[in-house]
């Protein structure tokens, strides 16, 4: 089993709408996750940290489910200018890394 | 801008060339990073830097060499490297290790390298 698991999609999304995606792990003892996103070509940024009690940035959501072990992306709303592809990050409890999934690419169309 | 740059954005080499790639980061930040992004993978973990001492090798092949001579700058030098090793380099550094704290990476804008 891969340690940070993402659908590879894409997502094909209508500009407008709502897509939301989810991203497991397999070590119960990771302690931080985030969404970042990449550009075709470009590195990738951060989007925001995902907490334990779920937060909110903008017409983006992000959620943490500890006990099924899976972190989730909301977006409302979506713009064109959500196409990318956005990658989930966990960081273990130990070590000095953090495990990026293979990314869910998502396309916003008119 | 995101306060780490890197340098070339491309190169292509042949296999029994040495070149290097730099990157240097205007955050002032205490780690920094180097990744592979190969085509349909994650991203994987080459090596860390934490003030200029590496902290981490994730069992890169020796063709690949890291230098920190600060905690500024970061190179990774190459050579006698195999098509295989095409894909785009990035670098990224935070404001410290990665340690279950939180900490954020910010990325450069890599390079795609070519091996022919």
């Known amino acids: 089993r891969k340690e940070v698991e993402q659908d590879p999609g894409p997502f094909n999304v209508p500009e407008g709408a709502t897509v939301a995606f989810n991203c497991t792990y397999s070590n119960s003892a990771s302690q931080s996750f985030f969404w970042y996103r990449q550009d075709c070509r470009k590195e990738p940024k951060l989007l925001m940290s995902?907490?334990?009690s779920g937060n909110e940035d903008g017409r983006f959501t992000a959620q943490l489910n500890r006990a099924s072990q899976y972190i989730s992306l909301l977006i409302r709303d979506s713009k064109l200018s959500d196409s990318a592809t956005y990658l989930c990050?966990?960081?273990?409890?130990?070590?000095?890394?953090?495990?990026f999934g293979g990314g869910t690419r998502v396309l916003v169309k008119p | 801008e995101t306060g780490v740059t890197q340098t070339p954005r491309h190169l292509v080499m042949g296999m029994t060339n040495k070149k290097s790639l730099k990157c240097e980061q205007h955050?002032?930040?205490?780690?920094m990073y180097w990744y592979k992004q190969s085509a349909k993978k994650p991203l994987e973990l080459m090596f860390v830097y934490s003030l200029e001492e590496r902290v981490e090798n994730n069992s890169v092949p020796s063709r690949f060499s890291p230098e920190c001579p600060n905690s500024s700058h970061l190179f990774l030098h190459l050579h006698t490297l195999q098509p295989e090793d095409s894909a785009l380099y990035l670098c990224a550094s935070s404001k410290d290790l990665v340690r279950g704290a939180g900490e954020k990476l910010f990325f450069g804008s890599g390079t795609q390298l070519s091996v022919l």
């Open positions: 990050v966990v960081n273990e409890a130990a070590g000095n890394k953090l495990t």
């Open positions: 995902v907490y334990s």
């Open positions: 955050l002032g930040h205490n780690a």
